[in-house]
DNA sequence: TTTGCAGGATGAAAATTTTGATAATCGAAG
DNA sequence: CTTCGATTATCAAAATTTTCATCCTGCAAA
């Protein structure tokens, strides 16, 4: 699952991400209008989470473009206005839910879940780099078409490392991100290091590239 | 380690909760003047996260009243102000950090974190229930004075239950709590029974009185 | 009371995660 | 170009978590 995510309240969107990303989505945040106009039209997400005040622009309209493309994914607006004549407006412009800040994220994951039951189940919730294909719904990995039996860590990894590229994740991230416990610091993260290698060895076992780079001091980064 | 959290958004309050027992935190949540004075001096917490503006008065005179009797543990405010002037007289009267609202909640993860490590560590990070003893800091378990050696599923259920005591809690919150993933619904939660047997299993043998009681149909609750 | 079932308990097997030991690699200092 | 210490890789063992099959129990209908 691909959530987009345009909130220009930089503390919000990114609790919203840690929230998100937790549960197994993967999140991309965006923080004005104009950038989200070019993301919303270039790729395919799930569902859109939607800040109505933006810098650059109303979120309304932003809506009232994307719809007039057809595009059908979820839209869930955000906002700080919890007056009825926006929630309608925003409704009446295709919007699929509503939801006023301050909310709490247990509440926008429940939003997101159902609203995800609602639409098509069947969209495009599948990733693919090259040979490489990910569908998001099933939480499955597929590598040159053949499925690979990946385990639920692993999995979370990936994402972790996908939902990043480019960039380069610490070892202490990694491990705080699939421990889903309390942050360590102290403890030893080796495990990090069991599960970059499986990983590997899994994908390139089933004729995948090997995207994962480890850089020496620093961690490791999904390149491409 | 056990938080209070005086905080009126209840919104905003049970998304601190959520994250922070997710992280092994115990945390209680008050969310007016008047309870928070009771509560504060009744009880031993490590560490407290106080809103300035709450009905039935200021949390500045909450903190002023709190530290006049000697209390000693941490207080971070959290505040939608952020003026200089509240954040200095904030710290005056004893505060330990000041986070302006919004924060993320990692932010006042890391926070809390840094603040328990300033403080003197060997606090009553202590739960007792009878013969059951919780420490909390070093997340270990003792039975009548004699440890017991617990996993972190176990350890996590236990202070899941103990933190709703007298409260039914379902197979499905608990399995949630638990896995750290996303919302299953459709999945199985039968590992949830292993968990309470294994649980119930170890304090029992070490001469633990059983207080995990089964609710047919709605869940576990943990009696007294 | 008896019966039938759904929910729950239990224990062992299967799978996954984590730890630990050891080898390989990197990069800085000499 | 070596050497050294720190970081990372790799593999196997240990520990934990999850699944699975089976049994038990509480509740409700007959």
């Not at 099933?138 to 040159?144: C, G, I, P, Q, R």
Request: charged share 30%.
């Amino acid at each position: 699952m691909k959530i987009l995510i345009i909130e220009d309240e930089i503390a919000l969107a990114e609790s919203i991400t840690a929230y998100l990303s937790k549960e197994g989505y993967l999140c991309e945040n965006i923080t004005s209008y104009s950038e989200g106009l070019s993301k919303i039209f270039d790729y395919k997400y799930d569902c859109i989470l939607l800040d109505l005040m933006l810098p650059g622009g109303n979120g309304l309209e932003l809506l009232e473009a994307f719809r007039r493309e057809n595009k059908n994914e979820g839209v869930i607006i955000i906002s700080a206005k919890d007056r009825v004549e926006d929630k309608i407006k925003g409704l009446q412009l295709g919007a699929d839910d509503y939801l006023s800040k301050p909310f709490h994220l247990s509440e926008l994951s429940a939003r997101i879940y159902s609203l995800m039951r609602r639409k098509n189940f069947e969209n495009t919730n599948i990733l693919q780099y090259n040979e490489l294909q990910i569908n998001l719904m099933s939480k499955s990995v597929l590598v040159d078409k053949k499925s690979i039996k990946i385990t639920k860590k692993e999995y979370q990894l990936l994402l972790f490392l996908i939902g990043n590229k480019n960039r380069v994740i610490s070892k202490g991230s990694i491990a705080e991100h699939l421990s889903g416990d309390m942050a360590d610091m102290l403890d030893n993260h080796d495990f990090v290091y069991t599960h970059i290698n499986n990983l590997k060895k899994k994908l390139s076992r089933a004729g995948g590239e090997d995207y994962i780079k480890s850089i020496y001091g620093m961690g490791y980064k999904w390149e491409l």
